[in-house]
């Protein structure tokens, strides 16, 4: 312990962080407060508000800890455990609310793991799920962070549930609605209101004042914490007014704040704490108790429960680090005689507040709903942990064993040995930055060539960071301005979809009919954008089991394909990931079959390999000429382009995929056997068990019917009602069962009726349960429209 505090004051003190935070981080701020009698004034706050947090954090900055004389310690660690509003905590530390936005399922993770710490947690009125869930989940009483709303009922009936549910306390800020950073609600749980809110502060007062204190007391027997009090005066009105608690924002005005009460109510500080030391440093200069914003925040965002978990034991350790190198035993023995504090620095000039950035002043790519369709469906899986789901297209746990990265990892460096490679040659190609091409090219040409027939040079490969980026790279190169036009099969992949809507690429869709692309729809779109002066670049394709609909080209259809692509003089873009992990001999690539070099093939290791490794490729052979005659490939062009956008693909990555295909000599469909055969049983037991809960008879009658895939991960099912958000809530909440709404694969509309549902990730026992529930789902659904 000595050694690790011996710079104590710069340690517990001066090694802060920049960034601001405020305790209830979906909240009104608490720097709030009115002159005695009258309301809060309109003030710009949320200035105000981040002035108040910027200098809590400089206060901690330029503030250190005395540290204890060598007769100061006393034996055994110190008790850092307090007792606030007859509740006793493990330290005296309250975990603030956070945005909902942060992390889906974050509400319920922040109340567990602040519970399993000792510590209260302030739950929202905004929150997204019922407070007594909340409750349940909880093993301290939580704290209900309320505000003045237009209709006071609200705030009354808001209290009245929280009591019941066995809160354990209410805070009201004092402030301005305009200080409320939380706008949109996805669906707030307690306010009886239906589907999302906007703008929450809608529902908000202008202010919030001395008034709305009144009536909450009046409302409820619960303690009542007010917060924005900034003031002496301030401090004594809240008291007389019934609160039984005071939350400060701004740290030199604590001292002050503290003593005008006297300990006739506990006084919690609000703002810039991020280290335990912050919260002695807090305790020291007269709060009872501090809020853990940022640091909470952070663990969210990196761990989700875990994360939060992590950041409150680290702050309740470090706290009591800080009460060991200062010689205290207790938290009572904390006080004013333990700080050390630095000269302030000189008041900069008033600036002019910093104006938030505007929405419709970014790129328009960022308002695009393709952009939004995966948040929502991890929001939607966060929210509802016990549905299960057939959204993620991901592959099965089950085949990964954590020590064979090692193992291929291990091979590869072997492999390089034996290639002549000398142990410097080994540490640079996997600690340095390697070509911007890749370096494993060779390996993926010859696991082409063993797995696919797909002939071509390593020089026309291009090692991606997974096959997102591949498609960026191709649409970059190939797109030239707004009269270039990339078609797409509808449904489409969103992620080509969402790389065109990035780069502003134009896109024409051609919608699929039953049994996938028909080369006819495709020829007439072509021909339409030829007539309306715009030339078709590329067409997008995943011919074997594609995503979303399930559908396999047949051999006439890719002949037909490649004819027209060569006749037209557009590029063919293929992407095939689940080929290879399919039961059964697949169809020939595209690619392997491209006499023309039309076809740019765009591949991925995150079905055959694992997804971890974020590794895809491209294999672009299109010869490109420049004007001085002189002629490369397109996949040159394409490694320009990355070299200003990822710069190059992990050499980790690529070792771990290249020690794979070696293990395996190329053949990765060797590699996957047992995986294909899994994913096959999984799509069969899907569909029979779909066939068992809705017969033939009757889903005809209900006007229900799907596809049948062959192999790949998904299946489309058509029902006569709307497949939309709303639908997929309730099939979520009342029926614990999730799925993919086809409108999102579909650029120019449609698929209103449709549902994708992915069979790679479940167990046989869950795609039975999972298809009851789905059955019974569309069975109410459909008896409801």
Avoid at 86 to 110: I, T
């Amino acid at each position: 312990m000595a050694g690790q505090i011996a710079d104590g004051p710069a340690r517990f003190a001066r090694d802060g962080h920049k960034n601001t935070d405020s305790v209830p981080a979906n909240s009104p701020s608490t720097d709030g407060g009115a002159e005695a009698g009258e309301r809060a004034t309109a003030e710009d706050r949320p200035a105000a508000e981040a002035r108040s947090s910027v200098a809590g954090r400089e206060a901690f900055d330029r503030t250190g800890l005395r540290q204890g004389g060598p007769g100061s310690g006393n034996p055994g660690p110190p008790e850092t455990a307090v007792k606030i509003l007859d509740r006793s905590w493990s330290a005296p530390l309250v975990v603030g609310p956070l945005d909902a936005p942060a992390r889906p399922g974050g509400e319920l993770a922040v109340v567990q793991a602040a519970g399993a710490a000792g510590l209260p947690a302030v739950v929202s009125a905004f929150a997204e799920r019922p407070f007594a869930e909340l409750s349940s989940a909880a093993d301290l009483p939580l704290w209900l962070r309320t505000y003045a709303f237009h209709d006071p009922e609200t705030a009354r009936r808001l209290a009245g549930q929280a009591e019941d549910a066995g809160f354990g306390a209410l805070l009201l800020a004092l402030g301005g609605r305009d200080d409320v950073r939380l706008r949109r609600v996805a669906a707030p749980a307690n306010l009886g209101t239906q589907g999302p809110l906007a703008d929450v502060r809608s529902l908000l007062a202008e202010h919030a004042g001395w008034d709305d204190v009144a009536r909450l007391r009046t409302a409820s027997s619960l303690p009542l914490l007010v917060a924005g009090v900034r003031t002496p005066a301030e401090a004594l009105r809240a008291v007389e007014s019934g609160a039984d608690g005071l939350v400060v924002t701004g740290f030199d005005a604590l001292p002050e704040i503290a003593a005008s009460v006297a300990g006739r109510c506990p006084v919690l500080l609000s703002g810039g704490v991020r280290r335990g030391a912050d919260v002695l440093v807090s305790l020291a200069a007269g709060a009872d108790a501090a809020f853990a914003g940022r640091p909470v925040l952070d663990g969210l965002r990196a761990g989700g429960r875990a994360g939060v978990a992590e950041a409150l034991g680290g702050l309740v350790r470090e706290f009591a680090e800080a009460m060991a190198f200062t010689g205290t035993r207790t938290v009572a023995d904390i006080g004013p005689e333990l700080i050390r504090t630095g000269p302030r620095p000189a008041d900069p000039p008033p600036t002019k507040a910093a104006q938030p950035l505007r929405k419709a002043e970014l790129h328009a790519s960022v308002g695009a709903p393709v952009l939004d369709t995966m948040t929502f469906l991890n929001e939607i899986t966060y929210r509802y942990p016990e549905a299960i789901s057939f959204a993620p297209g991901r592959p099965y746990d089950g085949f990964f064993d954590s020590e064979q990265i090692f193992t291929h990892l291990r091979r590869y460096l072997d492999h390089l040995a034996e290639q002549g490679s000398s142990p410097q040659d080994i540490r640079t190609a996997m600690y340095q930055y390697g070509p911007t091409a890749g370096q494993i090219r060779e390996i993926i040409a010859d696991s082409l060539r063993a797995d696919e027939n797909i002939d071509v040079p390593a020089e026309s490969i291009v090692v991606t960071v997974g096959a997102q980026e591949a498609m960026l790279l191709v649409l970059r190169a190939l797109i030239t301005g707004p009269d270039d036009v990339l078609l797409v099969s509808s449904p489409c992949y969103v992620g080509i979809t969402g790389a065109a809507r990035l780069l502003d690429v134009p896109v024409t869709p051609v919608e699929e009919r039953e049994d996938g692309l028909c080369c006819a729809d495709l020829e007439a779109a072509i021909r339409a954008e030829q007539a309306r002066g715009r030339r078709p670049r590329a067409v997008y394709v995943v011919p074997d089991h594609s995503n979303p609909s399930g559908t396999t080209m047949g051999p006439r259809a890719r002949a037909e394909l490649l004819e027209l692509a060569a006749r037209h003089g557009i590029l063919v873009l293929e992407d095939s990931p689940y080929r290879l992990v399919s039961p059964g001999p697949p169809l020939p690539t595209l690619k392997s079959q491209d006499r023309a070099h039309t076809v740019v093939h765009l591949g991925s290791f995150s079905k055959t390999v694992f997804p971890g490794a974020r590794l895809g490729f491209v294999v672009a052979d299109q010869p490109v000429v420049d004007d001085d005659g002189r002629t490369g490939l397109l996949a040159d062009e394409l490694a320009k382009i990355k070299s200003m956008v990822t710069v190059n693909t992990s050499s980790l990555s690529q070792a771990a995929v290249a020690g794979a295909l070696l293990a395996a000599g190329g053949r990765i469909s060797e590699l996957n056997q047992a995986a294909a055969t899994y994913y096959g049983d999984a799509m069969g037991a899907t569909l029979r068990e779909l066939d068992t809960h809705l017969p033939r008879a009757r889903r005809e009658a209900l006007g229900v019917r799907w596809n049948e895939p062959t192999g790949g991960f998904f299946l489309t099912v058509r029902v006569p009602f709307r497949a939309d958000n709303a639908a997929l809530i309730r099939s979520a909440q009342d029926f614990g069962v999730i799925w993919t709404p086809m409108t999102y694969f579909y650029p120019g509309g449609g698929g209103l009726h449709g549902i994708r549902l992915s069979t790679s990730y479940l167990t046989p026992a869950q795609i039975a349960e999972g298809t009851a529930r789905l059955a019974r789902f569309i069975e109410a659904e459909s008896a409801r429209t």
